[in-house]
């Protein structure tokens, strides 16, 4: 299991109306957008990006693209 999805894991039971998919803290309801939280590593060592992720779903893919998302860290 990744850090990330260790992390997340321990978040969830805290954040209310939740739920964890994969890597991704997903904010319920989702209908038509994908909203949650996600960690993308850097080239750093113990260093990670925080993204607000939304992202349409009647587009299929197999990844999320963070073409709508933010990130919310700068890493530091």
């Known amino acids: 299991m990744s850090m990330q999805r260790k992390t997340l894991r321990l978040i969830q039971p805290r954040l ?9 803290l997903v904010v319920l309801p989702t209908e038509h ?10 080239p750093y060592k ?9 992202t349409p779903l009647y587009h299929p893919a197999n990844h999320i693209y963070l073409d709508y998302s933010k990130r919310l860290s700068k890493g530091e």
């Open 16 to 24: 209310k109306g939740t739920r964890l998919c994969k890597d991704v």
């Open 33 to 42: 957008l994908l909203r949650g939280f996600l960690f993308e590593r850097t």
């Open 46 to 54: 113990e260093m990670h990006y925080l993204w607000r992720v939304i």
